[in-house]
Every structure is written in C-alpha cells, then in structure tokens.
C-alpha cells in the first residue's frame, strides 16, 4: 500500500505561481510512475501531469509551456510547478502513482485545493 500526502495547494490570482508536492510512503517495492490529475466542480478527473522513473513525461495539452513537472526518486516525490495561472485552472488536484508490489496498483492522495481568481 502506498500512501500520498500532498501540499501546496491555495488562492492564488490570475498570472500567479504555485507549487504542489506529494510524497509518497508505505510498503512497495518501486513507483513506476507519479502525476497529478485535477477536477473541477461537474466535470471529470483529467490528467495535468505525469512521469516516469525514468523521467518520460506527459503534458495535458492545456498546460503545456506553464507547469512543470519533475519527481525527486529517492524522496518518493513528485512536484508540480505552476505558472500563469487561469481562472480555468480552478480544481481540486490529486496526486497519484503507479507503483509495484506483488502487483501493479494505482494510489491517490486526498486532494489539495487549488483557487484562481480572476
């Protein structure tokens, strides 16, 4: 089992910066793979973000050229740097990961709250 904690979420104006974190703990034997993923109020969770252990990642094309993500592997994290904020950008972001124990499983962390204002 893989626990998720995240942090950094806030209001913050249009054009701003923020930087969440989610670090991972528990019993696995390796992440494969760490993202972010985002809801807004009446719509579906969608990707922002991923990486691979070995550093292939993957943009929603929403965000490209604003976040960034990058992952610290020998501190389980992942950090997800946003700048120029939008109003659009308003949701509740998750963490998640791949990771490997007997099987293959997928966790989310709780979510952390992110408000654009305008």
């Known amino acids: 089992q893989v626990q998720l904690v995240e942090s950094g979420g806030g209001l913050v104006q249009a054009g701003g910066s923020l930087r969440l974190s989610c670090a991972a703990s528990?019993?696995?034997?390796?992440?494969?793979?760490m993202g972010w993923y985002r809801q807004a109020p009446g719509k579906q969770r969608e990707l922002v973000a991923a990486?691979?252990?070995?550093?292939?990642?993957n943009y929603a094309d929403s965000v490209k050229g604003r976040f960034t993500i990058s992952r610290d592997n020998a501190k389980n994290t992942v950090y997800l740097q946003m700048n120029s904020l939008k109003p659009e950008d308003t949701a509740v972001y998750y963490c998640?990961?791949?990771?490997?124990?007997?099987?293959?499983?997928?966790?989310w962390g709780q979510g952390t709250q992110v408000t654009v204002s305008s």
């Open positions: 998640n990961a791949v990771y490997r124990t007997y099987t293959l499983s997928v966790g």
């Open positions: 528990g019993s696995f034997f390796s992440i494969d793979s």
């Open positions: 990486i691979t252990s070995g550093g292939s990642i």
